[in-house]
């Protein structure tokens, strides 16, 4: 029988919170808390998980969406870092092949440009030499006309050339999903939507923390000999709940993400390009029917809890994508989502962002508290590894425990990704009657769990069809995702286990009554329950949306 993630689960789980004392508090529920909670689980730690809105509800659904070395990085000399991202990259190709593919990148150069071709081409082979050609593929240079094959509808004025490289995209919300329902699987107490009030200290030593349960209001306390503060964009707030005085750890900036129509812009595959506004290295990706442009890279001091793209931040997205093609004659109407996330980088560096370093910094406060800054989501197995290593020396000092060894996290494959050929999962749901185009999106979010929702689907016909005529997410998905994945409100679903806002923001709205009654019956909503629901995502669209286009 599959293993249940859902309302009772966190019911359970936070019931455990409150009458139990566990070995590690891991508070922040993005990639890097997920991981630093499955490799303590996976040690025999008795481990709790708790994040004050959704798992990845925050940078880690914000971001461009790939797994990759960071081949920008090699102009500021990161090689240390390249070859520790390339290398993960390999693990996560490896442990959730469902949720992070190899992808296929054209590299255009023109004249006057920042790198002539020769660099380029330098650049991508040594991106291949650090992660020790294990590339999904070997890079290639191109002529001028070997660009314009992969990318016909490329600028091709002062086009002199390129590269082909390999990287990765992935589902970031989903991969933080996986690894936090993989954590449960292990034994951890995991609950969305709970967040932390206070510390907990005795003998001047962090033990825990005062917690409240947002969806009812309750408060509580959790014991723990230890607690971690892996809360990304928010980590120098949280450190003040230790010392109010604390000096901050980041230099937040402000990553912004523009969602277009494939056809309008033409690209074929992925694209990464150099603005010519600012000469910013930027990515022009697919996403099925839809092209993600992106980023920005900017100091801001916006709080991570109302960051959003401004329309300054969607005119030089579009501005840079119709500098490189030409024929899309993007405008702001054309833009169909947008969303905007901080990157929670170390202070240091130039006065440029990009000069910011992408690397992690783990500080332990002299009452304990463990916290973990900077790094970023290709790394996050890394970091975690490195957190619970500090984490079981203190438990090892506390009470004289054996430490436990490094468990194997990167050999356990994620739930759904048990599976060493894709292309044959795709294929037994085609052969059961599954649409090609629908088996192959359903195996890509939910790898061997596919099976599970196609069963949905035929145990209750009501659940086959999808939420909204037209929209590409069926019924039986949110049912599967209340019970198996924990989403408890109407954007758990929308906006993070499916995309479907940022990838159809009015099919999204269409379908939130009818999310809000399916989730409703799963936690026992009333009527009106169900209606407050689907209102508060649909004036959560609407904010997104009014950030960047002018009101009329």
Same mark, same amino acid.
């Given at each position: @029988?599959?293993?249940?993630?859902?309302?009772?689960?966190?019911?359970a789980? $936070?019931?455990?919170?409150?009458?139990?004392?566990?070995?590690?508090?891991?508070?922040?529920?993005?990639?890097?808390?997920?991981?630093?909670?499955?490799?303590?689980?996976?040690? %025999?730690?008795?481990?709790?998980?708790?994040d004050?809105?959704?798992?990845?509800?925050?940078?880690?659904?914000?971001?461009?969406?790939?797994v990759?070395?960071?081949?920008?990085?090699?102009? *500021?000399?990161?090689?240390? $870092?390249?070859?520790?991202a390339?290398?993960?990259r390999?693990?996560?190709?490896?442990?959730?092949?469902?949720?992070?593919?190899?992808?296929?990148?054209?590299?255009?150069?023109?004249?006057?440009?920042?790198?002539?071709v020769?660099?380029i081409?330098a650049?991508?082979?040594?991106?291949?030499?650090?992660?020790?050609?294990?590339?999904? *593929?070997?890079?290639?240079?191109?002529?001028?006309?070997?660009? $314009?094959?992969?990318? =016909?509808?490329?600028r091709?004025?002062?086009?002199?050339g %390129?590269?082909?490289?390999?990287?990765?995209?992935?589902?970031?919300?989903?991969?933080?999903?996986a690894?936090?329902? #993989? +954590?449960?699987?292990h034994?951890?107490?995991?609950?969305?939507?709970?967040?932390?009030?206070?510390?907990e200290?005795?003998?001047?030593?962090?033990?825990g923390?005062?917690?409240?349960?947002?969806?009812?209001?309750?408060?509580?306390?959790?014991?723990?000999?230890?607690?971690?503060?892996?809360?990304?964009?928010w980590?120098?707030a949280?450190?003040?709940?230790?010392?109010?005085? +604390?000096?901050?750890?980041?230099?937040?900036?402000?990553?912004? *993400?523009v969602?277009?129509?494939?056809?309008?812009?033409?690209?074929?595959?992925?694209?990464?390009?150099? #603005?010519?506004?600012?000469?910013?290295?930027?990515?022009?990706?697919?996403?099925?029917?839809?092209?993600?442009?992106?980023?920005?890279?900017?100091?801001?001091?916006?709080?991570?809890?109302?960051?959003?793209?401004?329309?300054?931040?969607?005119?030089?997205?579009v501005?840079?994508?119709?500098?490189?093609?030409?024929?899309?004659?993007?405008?702001?109407?054309?833009?169909?989502?947008?969303w905007?996330?901080?990157?929670?980088?170390?202070?240091?560096?130039?006065?440029?962002?990009?000069?910011?370093?992408?690397?992690?910094?783990?500080?332990?406060?002299?009452?304990?508290?463990?916290?973990?800054?900077?790094?970023?989501?290709?790394?996050?197995?890394?970091?975690?590894?490195?957190?619970?290593?500090?984490?079981a020396?203190r438990?090892?000092?506390?009470?004289?425990?054996?430490?436990?060894?490094?468990?194997?996290?990167?050999?356990?494959?994620?739930? %759904?990704?048990?599976?060493?050929?894709?292309?044959?999962?795709?294929?037994?749901?085609? *052969?059961?009657?599954?649409?090609p185009?629908?088996?192959?999106?359903?195996?890509?979010?939910?790898?061997?769990?596919?099976?599970?929702?196609?069963?949905?689907?035929?145990?209750? =016909?009501?659940?086959?069809a999808?939420l909204?005529?037209?929209?590409?997410?069926?019924?039986a998905?949110?049912?599967?995702?209340?019970?198996?994945? @924990?989403? $408890?409100?109407?954007?758990?679903v929308?906006?993070?286990?499916t995309?479907?806002?940022?990838?159809?923001?009015?099919?999204?709205r269409?379908?939130?009554?009818?999310?809000?009654?399916?989730?409703?019956?799963?936690?026992?909503?009333?009527k009106?329950?169900?209606?407050?629901?689907?209102?508060?995502?649909?004036?959560?669209?609407?904010?997104?949306?009014?950030?960047?286009?002018?009101?009329?």
């Amino acid at each position: @029988m599959e293993p249940t993630f859902s309302f009772a689960t966190r019911r359970a789980a $936070l019931a455990a919170m409150a009458s139990e004392t566990f070995d590690l508090l891991v508070v922040g529920g993005g990639i890097t808390g997920a991981g630093i909670a499955r490799d303590a689980a996976m040690r %025999g730690l008795r481990t709790a998980l708790v994040d004050a809105g959704d798992f990845g509800g925050g940078t880690s659904n914000r971001s461009s969406r790939l797994v990759h070395g960071g081949l920008r990085y090699l102009e *500021h000399g990161w090689l240390k $870092l390249v070859f520790e991202a390339s290398r993960e990259r390999h693990t996560l190709l490896r442990i959730a092949p469902h949720l992070v593919r190899g992808r296929s990148f054209t590299f255009p150069v023109f004249r006057g440009g920042r790198r002539p071709v020769w660099q380029i081409w330098a650049g991508v082979w040594l991106y291949d030499m650090l992660a020790l050609f294990r590339n999904v *593929h070997r890079a290639r240079l191109l002529t001028r006309g070997g660009v $314009l094959r992969r990318e =016909p509808l490329l600028r091709d004025q002062g086009l002199t050339g %390129g590269a082909a490289y390999w990287d990765a995209q992935c589902d970031d919300a989903r991969l933080t999903l996986a690894t936090i329902r #993989s +954590a449960h699987r292990h034994g951890a107490a995991c609950a969305n939507h709970v967040r932390v009030e206070a510390l907990e200290k005795a003998g001047g030593r962090v033990r825990g923390a005062t917690l409240v349960d947002t969806l009812d209001g309750a408060r509580f306390a959790v014991r723990a000999h230890s607690v971690v503060n892996a809360t990304g964009p928010w980590t120098d707030a949280f450190r003040r709940l230790d010392d109010p005085a +604390a000096a901050p750890l980041l230099r937040p900036t402000k990553g912004v *993400h523009v969602v277009v129509a494939r056809s309008r812009i033409g690209n074929a595959g992925a694209v990464t390009l150099t #603005s010519p506004i600012d000469g910013r290295v930027m990515f022009v990706l697919p996403w099925g029917s839809r092209s993600v442009v992106g980023t920005t890279d900017t100091d801001t001091d916006e709080s991570p809890d109302q960051v959003a793209p401004s329309p300054e931040d969607v005119v030089y997205l579009v501005r840079s994508a119709n500098a490189i093609f030409p024929n899309a004659r993007l405008q702001l109407a054309d833009v169909v989502a947008a969303w905007a996330g901080l990157r929670p980088l170390l202070r240091g560096g130039g006065e440029s962002t990009a000069s910011v370093p992408r690397e992690h910094r783990i500080e332990e406060s002299p009452s304990g508290l463990v916290t973990i800054a900077g790094g970023k989501l290709t790394t996050y197995r890394v970091m975690a590894e490195q957190v619970v290593d500090r984490v079981a020396y203190r438990l090892h000092q506390m009470d004289g425990r054996p430490a436990a060894g490094r468990p194997g996290t990167d050999r356990e494959p994620l739930p %759904g990704g048990e599976v060493a050929d894709i292309a044959a999962l795709e294929a037994e749901l085609v *052969h059961d009657g599954v649409e090609p185009a629908l088996a192959h999106r359903l195996v890509w979010a939910y790898g061997t769990e596919a099976a599970g929702v196609r069963r949905l689907a035929r145990e209750e =016909p009501a659940l086959a069809a999808p939420l909204v005529p037209g929209a590409r997410v069926l019924a039986a998905e949110v049912v599967h995702q209340a019970r198996r994945e @924990m989403a $408890l409100r109407v954007d758990d679903v929308l906006v993070r286990r499916t995309g479907l806002a940022l990838y159809d923001p009015a099919a999204a709205r269409a379908a939130a009554t009818r999310v809000a009654a399916l989730l409703g019956a799963e936690q026992g909503w009333s009527k009106e329950e169900c209606e407050a629901a689907a209102a508060r995502f649909d004036d959560g669209v609407s904010r997104m949306l009014a950030a960047f286009r002018p009101q009329t």
